[in-house]
């Protein structure tokens, strides 16, 4: 990026869950992935890949029947070195989230400025009069007028709420900006409204930006980079016009061409068939029974993720000479 | 490019009355006062959901209805299956007018046209196997002997997609992908075996994968010589799927068109907006959105003159006032015109 080295890597997080009767669920199975200061990476899967999991881990904010491996470093400081006590001074201070559905993001009995006041007393950044100013900085920042700070949140609309709950994720000065899913309930007018107040925010803030969505066309237009994620693994990454363009994993391509488009450009098919349960181990390839380009060793070998193009790796077997030149 | 369909020729011969013919609708909700309202004597406010809506759709043909929500294209859809009373207008059933017909009356023409539901979560009765939920509305409509429905269901399942129906039967949701779920709802809906589909947002709550399938099948049926209404807020949808778009803005249609042609030239400021906005697949595509400021008026105080001229990037950007039509845009409430075969905009600057 800028010499600097990123600010943001993921090394080898897993997640599992409890289930009833001691068995587990393997929520996230091993990712890895760097994040640059204003950069805006994606990260795109169907429901149950482990998208949104995989960020509840960096945030520390697994319920209690999760447990989790792995490393996030922040600056190269392992921020789980200590568990909970070496994360919670980076939580929201370096790292903050937008959650899925801003209805629920606020407390619905308190005013908005009062729950963006809240972390930056907690974390001391600001408190009293000082701190009201800054949440009405916010507030302004992200496109509402200070004047309404002091409304409860019914009182704003989905698209302001989406807003008011970015401008308390930005309450502590984070670095680094988890977005998950927010723009799933909005129209797309005031979609376009968050993309474009998020996108300025990296370019403005230099804050780095992780975009959850299952919306290949959002990641398209907003992203420089973009992971997708199936069962659990990222089976493919790379700047988003090479992995939209080139894509070196079905999955990738078979998303593609299950997402219509607005100039109706090539026939839109649906992926046969559905993920695999996590809650077993799932033999070789996960993708393995609906990919359409399967072989010999799919069903078996678990694929590695191999570098395709310069920044751009994915995980499947047809890109390894070795497998190919075998079966 | 003009998508070719093998309907198209076929549509050309047909004459009969149009399965659907929708005119001049009106459907207005009291907004409640609340109890201080009432006493304190505040005047009873109406939201005007849908302000004079007029369209068709015809045997084999699919009608979009696009817009954001609170455009009113949801209530549109009830007024039409008479879920709702319009205050004024007519709703036309292969040219039977049913707007006034009483409960009764209805019961029939309910079979005929029939509604499939956006959250096929919601919809299937987790306690009834896949059997039941079809056969249900048999059951109510008091059709056929046992054998029968159960033919009945076997056929609609299979026209659905649920093929063979018999690994489908006895199974209940939650054995049951969502896309499946869909399936056995589009079951549902089929098993009367109507002429009209009305479809909220049949595909918004599916994963992304299985959104194509779903919107395939519909599309299937439509060859098959079923009218389709498909209410979306989704434009890449539409003009994948559908013949021709409507766009709806506080209780108007503001465009009208083939599918293309409303894509590829729009002629109303807010669908070319709605446009620019909408992300494209291709990242390659990335273009400037042309973002409205604010969010739609409420429908309880519409605008006054054109409803859309506050946000309209025309009149803010002075290019109305330039070809001197700023004061027609304030005060005066443009109209459908038809400016190309068949697509018509509601637009003094169109």
């Known amino acids: 990026m800028n010499g600097s080295g990123p600010l943001l890597e993921v090394q080898g997080l897993h997640v599992w869950f409890d289930l009833a009767g001691g068995r587990e669920l393997h929520a996230v199975q091993g990712i890895d992935f760097d994040l640059g200061p204003g950069e805006r990476m994606g990260l795109v899967g169907e429901s149950g890949c482990g998208k949104t999991t995989a960020i509840l881990a960096i945030m520390g904010l697994l319920p209690p029947s999760a447990s989790a491996a792995g490393h996030v470093l922040l600056n190269g400081m392992d921020m789980y070195e200590a568990g909970e006590d070496s994360v919670r001074p980076h939580r929201w201070r370096d790292i903050a989230m937008v959650f899925q559905g801003a209805m629920n993001a606020f407390n619905p009995v308190r005013r908005i400025v009062d729950q963006i006041v809240e972390p930056m007393e907690l974390h001391e950044i600001a408190e009293g009069r000082a701190a009201r100013v800054r949440a009405g900085d916010l507030l302004e920042l992200v496109g509402i007028s200070a004047r309404q700070a002091s409304r409860y949140p019914h009182e704003f609309s989905g698209g302001m709420r989406q807003r008011a709950a970015i401008a308390m994720a930005l309450a502590c000065g984070p670095k680094v900006l988890l977005a998950d899913e927010p723009t799933t309930a909005l129209d797309v007018m005031i979609q376009a409204q968050v993309l474009e107040l998020l996108t300025g925010l990296t370019r403005e803030l230099g804050l780095s930006l992780i975009l959850v969505t299952h919306d290949l066309p959002i990641v398209a237009q907003t992203c420089d980079r973009a992971a997708v994620m199936y069962a659990g693994k990222i089976v493919e990454s790379g700047p988003t016009e090479d992995l939209f363009h080139t894509p070196r994993h079905p999955y990738t391509r078979l998303l593609f061409s299950a997402t219509p488009d607005l100039y109706g450009r090539g026939e839109v098919i649906s992926i046969p068939g559905t993920p695999p349960r996590l809650d077993r181990e799932v033999l070789g390839c996960a993708f393995a029974p609906r990919c359409d380009m399967a072989f010999e060793p799919c069903p078996s070998v678990v694929p590695r993720t191999l570098p395709v193009a310069p920044g751009h790796g994915a995980r499947c077997h047809l890109n390894d000479p070795a497998m190919r030149s075998a079966s | ?350």
């Open chain 2, 1 to 350: 490019m003009p998508l070719e369909r093998p309907g198209d020729a076929l549509r050309v011969v047909i004459t009969a009355p149009l399965l659907l013919e929708v005119q001049d609708l009106v459907t207005r909700y009291p907004v409640p006062r609340g109890i201080v309202g009432a006493l304190a004597r505040r005047p009873k406010e109406v939201a005007h959901a849908v302000e004079g809506v007029s369209f068709t759709v015809g045997a084999g043909e699919m009608l979009a209805l696009v817009g954001e929500s609170g455009c009113g294209k949801t209530t549109t859809a009830q007024t039409v299956m008479r879920l709702v009373d319009p205050v004024s207008g007519t709703v036309r059933f292969r040219g039977e007018d049913i707007t006034h017909l009483r409960h009764r009356e209805l019961r029939p023409l309910r079979r005929r046209m029939q509604l499939i539901y956006q959250d096929p979560y919601d919809s299937l009765d987790p306690r009834f196997r896949v059997r039941q939920t079809v056969e249900e509305p048999l059951l109510v409509h008091h059709l056929g002997s046992s054998h029968e429905r159960s033919e009945r269901v076997t056929r609609a399942l299979e026209r659905a997609g649920l093929a063979p129906a018999d690994l489908f039967l006895d199974r209940f949701p939650h054995e049951l992908s969502g896309g499946q779920r869909q399936r056995v709802a589009i079951a549902t809906a089929l098993v009367l075996e109507p002429e009209l589909l009305v479809a909220d947002e049949p595909v918004s709550m599916l994963d992304v994968s299985v959104r194509a399938e779903i919107l395939t099948l519909l599309d299937s049926l439509r060859r098959s010589g079923l009218g389709i209404l498909m209410i979306t807020h989704d434009l890449s949808t539409a003009a994948r799927f559908a013949d021709r778009i409507a766009v709806m803005y506080l209780g108007r249609i503001v465009e009208e068109g083939p599918a293309q042609a409303v894509v590829q030239d729009p002629r109303h400021p807010y669908t070319r907006a709605l446009i620019t906005v909408v992300p494209k697949r291709d990242p390659r595509d990335r273009t400037t959105p042309e973002i409205l400021k604010g969010e739609a008026p409420n429908p309880v105080h519409v605008p006054t003159g054109c409803r859309f001229h506050p946000r309209c990037p025309e009149v803010a950007s002075g290019r109305a006032r330039e070809r001197g039509m700023e004061e027609r845009c304030r005060g005066e409430d443009p109209m459908l015109r038809e400016l190309a075969a068949g697509h018509e905009a509601a637009c003094h600057l169109a």
